[in-house]
């Protein structure tokens, strides 16, 4: 099946450490998006990429890094800059183009900051 | 940046009941899209717009991209237990950047 798998589903991490999220989408999709949703709250872009090897900061990507060696793969590390860690973490993918662009989620992975 | 205003931030439904939800913006989008998200999991597209004025239905859920394209509402007639959940819109401006609203939270009646 065709679709956005995220792992692990749980993670915790003590103060200090880096911790990367993984994010694998087999829908051929260009475009990959992380975002961030705290509790009650809306979804807020923190890093995307239209095309490997190229990806843009969103609107939060102060403590976060990314890299996109492949077309499938877009992992998500919170480093230890980031003050805030403590969240929810969605996947997303899309193709790239002006119409039918919709954004695909994974099912999430929850941090939780010790 | 834009913002998107959604409301209401929470309703209480009765089964059989028909409820409604918008989204505002202070800005054009080219696109509104519907989610829903239950709790601990993704998103989930509902309804995607891509025409000013253009009204969409996806079963019991019917969705309008707003004349003026800075709004858009969602309509669940006849709602059941299941439709309980948050429902996000979104927005996109130009490239494939999204703008999300806060969500409404359905609840069901005590």
């Known amino acids: 099946d065709g679709g956005i798998t995220q792992s692990p589903k749980y993670l915790f991490r003590k103060e200090g450490q880096n911790v990367t999220l993984s994010c694998e989408q087999n829908?051929?999709?260009?475009?990959m998006y992380w975002y961030r949703q705290d509790p009650g709250q809306g979804l807020r872009l923190i890093y995307y990429?239209?095309?490997?090897?190229?990806?843009q900061k969103g609107d939060i990507a102060e403590g976060y890094s990314v890299s996109r060696e492949k077309k499938e793969s877009f992992p998500l590390t919170v480093t230890s800059a980031q003050k805030n860690p403590t969240a929810f973490y969605l996947c997303?993918?899309?193709?790239?183009?002006?119409?039918?662009?919709?954004?695909?989620f994974g099912p999430g992975t929850r941090l939780t900051v010790l | 940046g834009q913002q998107l205003n959604q409301s209401p931030q929470s309703m209480f439904i009765q089964e059989g009941e028909d409820v409604s939800m918008n989204c505002t913006s202070s800005?054009?989008?080219?696109?509104w899209l519907w989610y829903k998200q239950d709790p601990g999991e993704g998103p989930v597209l509902l309804i995607a717009?891509?025409?000013?004025?253009e009204l969409t239905s996806n079963g019991r859920l019917t969705a309008q991209f707003g004349i003026t394209r800075k709004d858009s509402f969602l309509n669940i007639s006849a709602s059941i237990p299941s439709d309980v959940g948050i429902y996000f819109c979104?927005?996109?401006?130009?490239?494939?950047?999204?703008?999300f609203g806060g969500g409404t939270r359905v609840l069901v009646k005590p």
């Open positions: 979104a927005g996109r401006a130009a490239g494939n950047k999204l703008t």
């Open positions: 829908l051929n999709h260009d475009a």
């Open positions: 990429s239209q095309i490997v090897n190229d990806f």
């Open positions: 717009l891509y025409k000013a004025g």
């Open positions: 800005s054009i989008f080219n696109t």
């Open positions: 997303a993918s899309s193709i790239v183009g002006d119409s039918y662009n919709e954004q695909f």
